[in-house]
């Protein structure tokens, strides 16, 4: 399963979306990042309901959990603690903390008059400075040190959700670990 998940990810193939199940994409990416976790010792706790199901690209929406999920391995370093959870939910609701910092825009939501599918991907490390955040979409921004990094993540991130007319936030808190939010518009697809 590793092997087949490895070459499935590492194949060059054209943007395609079709109805995937939100859990099993994670749990592949999951699979694919084993040994960095086990290296970090970090844990990754998914609440993600089984039947949760979205349209998307599957090679980008992969793409788009390795790079959220290596910049919270990078942000809360040994022992991090990463949590994705996902819902369907109406139109108009989010979840952002109280008194966090946002940086993106959750506004795309109100485009669309059906649910969409919020994705939490939440972090416990240190949190995003302030004066850090407006920057963290830009392209070849990072703050680790040379060589460990392109600043490309965040990036990709967006243009991934943009290609699935998406959106997203990060929201964090000093000392309180950072939070991504996604939002994917639920797409009626004919049988």
């Given at each position: 399963?590793?092997?087949?998940?490895l070459?499935?990810?590492?194949?060059?193939?054209?943007?395609?979306k079709?109805?995937?199940?939100?859990l099993?994409?994670?749990?592949?990416?999951?699979?694919?990042?084993?040994?960095?976790?086990?290296?970090?010792?970090?844990?990754?706790?998914?609440?993600?309901?089984e039947?949760?199901?979205?349209?998307?690209?599957?090679?980008?929406?992969?793409?788009?959990?390795?790079?959220l999920?290596?910049?919270?391995?990078?942000?809360?370093?040994?022992?991090?603690?990463?949590?994705?959870?996902a819902?369907?939910?109406?139109?108009?609701?989010?979840?952002?903390?109280?008194?966090?910092?946002?940086?993106?825009?959750?506004?795309?939501?109100?485009?669309?008059?059906?649910?969409?599918?919020?994705?939490?991907?939440?972090?416990?490390?240190?949190g995003?400075?302030?004066?850090?955040?407006?920057?963290?979409?830009?392209?070849?921004?990072?703050?680790?040190e040379?060589?460990y990094?392109?600043?490309?993540?965040?990036?990709?991130?967006?243009?991934i959700?943009?290609e699935?007319?998406?959106?997203?936030?990060i929201?964090?808190?000093?000392?309180?670990?950072t939070?991504?939010?996604?939002l994917?518009?639920?797409?009626?697809?004919?049988?």
């Amino acid at each position: 399963n590793i092997v087949r998940s490895l070459l499935e990810f590492g194949s060059k193939q054209n943007f395609q979306k079709r109805q995937l199940n939100l859990l099993e994409i994670i749990e592949e990416t999951q699979t694919i990042l084993g040994n960095l976790l086990r290296q970090n010792s970090a844990s990754l706790t998914l609440n993600i309901p089984e039947t949760l199901t979205l349209h998307a690209d599957k090679q980008r929406l992969q793409q788009l959990f390795i790079n959220l999920i290596q910049n919270a391995l990078q942000a809360a370093g040994e022992g991090a603690e990463i949590r994705i959870s996902a819902s369907l939910c109406d139109r108009g609701v989010s979840m952002i903390p109280d008194g966090a910092e946002v940086a993106g825009d959750l506004k795309c939501v109100n485009d669309y008059d059906s649910s969409f599918i919020e994705i939490l991907v939440s972090d416990n490390g240190p949190g995003i400075p302030a004066d850090n955040l407006s920057k963290i979409f830009d392209p070849f921004f990072t703050t680790n040190e040379p060589g460990y990094g392109a600043g490309l993540g965040l990036y990709i991130v967006q243009e991934i959700m943009q290609e699935h007319d998406g959106c997203l936030a990060i929201a964090s808190r000093p000392d309180k670990g950072t939070q991504v939010i996604l939002l994917l518009p639920v797409e009626e697809v004919e049988s």
